[in-house]
């Protein structure tokens, strides 16, 4: 079963609107066992949207498009559709009468534009919106069937999951296709891509298994796909081959949550003291809801002297080496733990540019867990630093946050820290496991 997305608007082609919805379909599709094939974007243009579709069904058993079904005159996908499939528009007393129902319940006056969202091509079925006012539609051309849906995501999903999904699997169904395929997603970080495919190569060379790497700043999610029967066995042999700590989380358990958890466990809590980040760790911390029981708060140390009066970070280190040194991360987790009387403290401290300091160059970056027992333990993950100016900043931020949280959960387990410089305090710079 082969569907095609189209996706229309001429936001999305100027880059004002990101493409969420694409990714969204190709995700849930995907999981139903349908083959995704292309996934086009055209702007609000009523002949391209009829080119793009006929193109479309010449490939692809179902087309689904979203955006242009509202009620403004740059909304023309219904008028694309009608002329694709050489009918007229005609409008639905239904349809007419749930808009002019909907506006007088909200206490609003109905604009005869509004009318627009009535009006589909003849022959069209409508796809229920249970989440807003514009339905779906389900238009039948010579090559297949298009489905067009509303490009605001929660109408758009609610369709989806209600009306379309069941159809397009049903008709999968009853083509005789078997079961689809199904996929695990393994979370790690710190680890390169380049190391993660060397080392998976045995299970990418398995018949009926498909391996993807998706990469993020400092993570790489591995995608596994296998037939149901066969997963287990697939997710066990990537751990075997990666190790038993590289996995940190399976599908949707994120880091932050992984690192809830585990505080949660034993019963215990964590502090952040932030440089470079300026509050990205506390925001990242704070994103689960009831995270206020493990996350006890955090400082925002931006300037050297804060890093000293609230922190407590010796005024002699600071003068030797800057703020940016590996003892400086060491005494800020010391006393943000401290401070705000957390089992735990976290602290970052580094150069995200765009200009080098203290001597140190942009992409330097050393992070420190403090515990109740033992010094702190501080790494100096080596970022790459990914171009220049603000999107290089903003990556060496989010990566930032991804180390410090991956040393924070590898502190909690007893892990060994395997980065590509792990210290303890001082300047010595080698290649070991703490």
């Known amino acids: 079963m082969r569907v095609e997305l189209l996706t229309v608007g001429d936001e999305l082609l100027l880059g004002d609107t990101v493409n969420g919805n694409a990714a969204w379909l190709g995700r849930r599709l995907t999981d139903h066992g349908l083959e995704v094939t292309r996934s086009v974007v055209v702007g609000d243009e009523l002949d391209e949207i009829v080119e793009a579709v006929t193109e479309a069904l010449g490939r692809a058993d179902a087309v689904i498009t979203t955006g242009g079904l509202g009620p403004t005159n740059d909304d023309v996908t219904r008028d694309a559709l009608a002329k694709a499939a050489g009918v007229a528009l005609v409008r639905d007393p239904v349809l007419e009468r749930r808009l002019r129902e909907r506006v007088a319940a909200a206490g609003r006056e109905l604009r005869p534009m509004a009318l627009r969202m009535a009006d589909v091509p003849e022959g069209a079925g409508l796809l229920a919106n249970s989440a807003g006012s514009a339905p779906g539609l389900r238009v039948r051309l010579p090559g297949g069937t298009v489905y067009a849906l509303p490009g605001v995501p929660s109408e758009m999903r609610?369709?989806?999951?209600?009306?379309?999904?069941?159809?397009?699997?049903?008709?999968?169904?009853?083509?005789?296709?078997?079961?689809?395929?199904?996929?695990?997603?393994?979370?790690?970080?710190?680890?390169?891509?380049?190391?993660?495919?060397?080392?998976?190569?045995?299970?990418?060379?398995?018949?009926?298994?498909?391996?993807?790497?998706?990469?993020?700043?400092?993570?790489?999610?591995?995608?596994?796909?296998?037939?149901?029967?066969?997963?287990?066995?697939?997710?066990?042999?990537?751990?075997?081959?990666?190790g038993p700590d590289a996995v940190y989380g399976v599908d949707d358990e994120t880091l932050d949550r992984v690192v809830h958890r585990l505080l949660a466990e034993r019963s215990?809590?964590?502090?952040?003291?932030?440089?470079?980040?300026?509050?990205?760790?506390?925001?990242?911390?704070?994103?689960?809801?009831?995270?206020?029981?493990?996350?006890?708060?955090?400082?925002?140390?931006?300037?050297?002297?804060?890093?000293?009066?609230?922190?407590?970070?010796?005024?002699?280190?600071?003068?030797?080496?800057?703020?940016?040194?590996?003892?400086?991360?060491?005494?800020?987790?010391?006393?943000?733990?401290?401070?705000?009387?957390?089992?735990?403290?976290?602290?970052?401290?580094?150069?995200?540019?765009?200009?080098?300091?203290?001597?140190?160059?942009?992409?330097?970056?050393?992070?420190?867990?403090?515990?109740?027992?033992?010094?702190?333990?501080?790494?100096?993950?080596?970022?790459?630093?990914?171009?220049?100016?603000?999107?290089?900043?903003?990556?060496?931020?989010?990566?930032?946050?991804?180390?410090?949280?991956?040393?924070?959960?590898?502190?909690l387990l007893g892990l060994p820290v395997r980065w590509e410089a792990a210290l303890r305090g001082g300047d010595a710079r080698e290649d070991r496991e703490v």
């Open 158 to 242: 609610t369709i989806m999951e209600e009306v379309v999904l069941p159809e397009l699997t049903g008709v999968a169904r009853s083509r005789g296709h078997g079961l689809p395929q199904a996929r695990r997603v393994l979370r790690t970080a710190g680890i390169w891509e380049s190391e993660l495919a060397a080392a998976l190569a045995p299970v990418e060379a398995l018949d009926g298994v498909a391996v993807a790497y998706l990469p993020a700043p400092a993570e790489v999610r591995v995608r596994v796909t296998a037939a149901p029967d066969r997963l287990d066995d697939v997710e066990r042999r990537v751990r075997e081959l990666l």
């Open 268 to 411: 215990a809590t964590v502090a952040t003291a932030e440089s470079l980040t300026g509050g990205l760790i506390g925001a990242e911390l704070t994103e689960m809801p009831g995270s206020s029981a493990t996350y006890a708060g955090g400082m925002v140390t931006y300037s050297t002297l804060l890093k000293q009066t609230m922190l407590g970070v010796p005024a002699d280190l600071l003068a030797r080496h800057g703020a940016v040194h590996p003892d400086v991360a060491a005494a800020m987790a010391s006393g943000v733990r401290e401070r705000l009387g957390a089992t735990y403290g976290v602290a970052v401290t580094g150069v995200a540019g765009p200009d080098p300091q203290d001597g140190r160059p942009v992409g330097t970056v050393f992070v420190g867990v403090a515990g109740a027992e033992g010094p702190p333990v501080v790494i100096e993950p080596r970022l790459p630093v990914p171009g220049t100016g603000a999107e290089a900043r903003g990556m060496i931020r989010r990566m930032t946050v991804v180390h410090a949280l991956e040393l924070l959960r590898r502190v």
